[in-house]
């Protein structure tokens, strides 16, 4: 086996699955973004207008946002896998086997896959897009005119995905394959990046009460000065999740309770800090992302419902505002769905790591039940802090929105509170606990304990 082979740090291309998966959700997103905003840019253009940019730029900020999620959750995915062979990885440095050399095996493999998965991906995108296209050219939606099949910006988008997946490897590998986890250093510019994070957070939630204020003037760069601050304050959170992350998921582990299998759930939630904060922070980001848009809808609404409207000025301002609502949750709820994929993985990724530590909790007398629990229950606190926060965070961002553009004109400050829609991510939320628990727990339990004991 050469020293560049994949199998060297992953084991084997399965192990990789989930960057497959990620990539290719990322590039089926792309294609249809952004083969969408160019036919519609062409019919646009032919009716005379600039729609085409508008769409291109719209169309590059969600894109990005998925890119982001999905190099989040590749990096946790890939840490999960090299975590899971420390052992191995360990005896192949003592045998001469160096840090290069197995990053460069590693990042082959996760190129390997990501290629194949964003092909597949921009090929299934690009085909829904197109089929779209015709179904509304023939009920003349569309006009008729000459549209391009694979449009340049999709092909580029297709390797931006390959390239965010090999740079987020080279990332989340650094420290794992460096060696430097084995004699304990510390990362000398660990105190820059928390102040860094203070700074940009404080820097944002200033810009974020001077939108409100400018709102209540009826300033028209109310609503600017809400997005950079929202802009700030999310660079500065993440900056400094691994400060704030860990305690919240202890926290929301509390609540679930004081038998055995909750405290272990507790313990095994935030073992690994680094590993905590990255399977949380790709649901947060989705959820956060969700709810800004639909609370700011909703406090929009609410707001426009108190003017001195008549009846059907009020019905087309709710048409309007349902449509686009449902059109910026359509653009932004892939990125959500890509955080699901990857927590669910790492899920269960981390329970296959732990198969020596499940058989001797079997062997001390723990039953199939409570290991289940515990896997369970673990879920639930990872995902229930990112859920949380989310809702929260996302309620505050949407309703300084609101406020920013109409504060003038509405008396107090509007805070939106769909509840239909928090309902459906709270039960968003169950679903992916039964997903990213019940197989691995099955698994975890399927394995005799004498069987668990022997796993090197």
């Given amino acids: 086996m050469r020293a560049t082979d994949y199998r060297l740090t992953a084991g084997s291309l399965r192990e990789l699955s989930t960057v497959g998966v ?24 032919d009716a005379g207008g600039n729609l085409g940019v508008l769409l291109s730029i719209v169309s590059s900020v969600f894109i990005m946002i998925a890119l ?9 995915g890939v840490d999960t896998v090299i975590a899971g062979r420390h052992r191995q990885l360990e005896l192949l440095r003592l045998i001469g086997a160096s840090a290069k050399q197995l990053r460069s095996s590693l990042t082959r493999g996760v190129a390997q896959v990501a290629a194949i998965g964003a092909g597949i991906g921009l090929v299934a995108g690009v085909a829904v897009a197109d089929v779209a296209r015709v179904v509304m050219v023939s009920r003349d939606v569309l006009p008729d005119i000459r549209y391009g099949f694979l449009p340049p910006s999709t092909v580029i988008a297709a390797l931006a995905v390959v390239g965010v997946a090999v740079a987020a490897t080279l ?8 060696g430097k986890s084995v004699t304990g250093s510390t990362n000398s510019f660990r105190w820059l990046r928390h102040l860094s994070a203070v700074v940009l957070t404080a820097f ?26 929202t802009a700030f304050a999310s660079v500065g959170l993440l900056l400094g999740a691994q400060l704030v992350v860990p305690a919240l998921v202890a926290g929301f582990g509390r609540l679930l309770g004081g038998t055995p299998a909750a405290m272990l759930a507790r313990k095994n939630a935030v073992a690994d800090k680094a590993r905590t904060t990255r399977s949380t922070i790709g649901l947060f980001v989705g959820v956060t992302l969700i709810v800004t848009i639909i ?7 609410e707001s426009i419902e108190r003017w001195d409207l008549t009846a059907q000025e009020l019905e087309d301002n709710r048409q309007a505002m349902s449509m686009m609502t449902w059109v910026l949750v359509g653009l932004i709820v892939i990125s959500v769905i890509i955080a699901a994929v990857g927590f669910v993985s790492t899920m269960s990724l981390t329970v296959i790591s732990r198969t020596r530590e499940i058989g001797m909790l079997r062997a001390m007398g723990f039953t ?9 229950l673990e879920s639930v606190a990872l995902s229930g802090t990112a859920m949380t926060a989310g809702l929260v965070l996302g309620t505050l961002f949407g309703a300084i929105g609101s406020q920013s553009l109409i504060g003038a004109m509405t008396p107090g400050f509007p805070i939106g509170l769909p509840l239909g829609a928090f309902a459906a991510i709270v039960l968003g939320t169950v679903a992916l606990v039964i997903a990213a ?8 339990v399927s394995v005799a304990p004498v069987d668990a004991l022997a796993v090197v």
Avoid: H
Wanted: glycine share 14%; net charge positive.
């Fill in 22 to 45: 990620v990539c290719g959700l990322s590039a089926a997103y792309a294609g249809i973004i952004l083969t969408a905003s160019d036919f519609l840019g062409a019919a646009g253009d």
């Fill in 68 to 76: 982001f999620v999905a190099a989040l959750v590749i990096s946790n």
């Fill in 171 to 178: 990332i989340g590998s650094r420290k794992t394959l460096s």
């Fill in 204 to 229: 944002g939630a200033l810009l974020l009460v001077g939108a409100c204020l400018l709102g209540e003037q009826g300033s028209e760069a109310g609503f600017f000065a809400a997005f950079f601050g």
């Fill in 295 to 301: 609370a700011g809808m909703t406090s929009l609404q």
């Fill in 368 to 376: 199939a039940k409570q290991v289940r629990q515990t896997i369970t």
């Fill in 437 to 444: 628990s019940l197989p691995p727990s099955r698994r975890a």
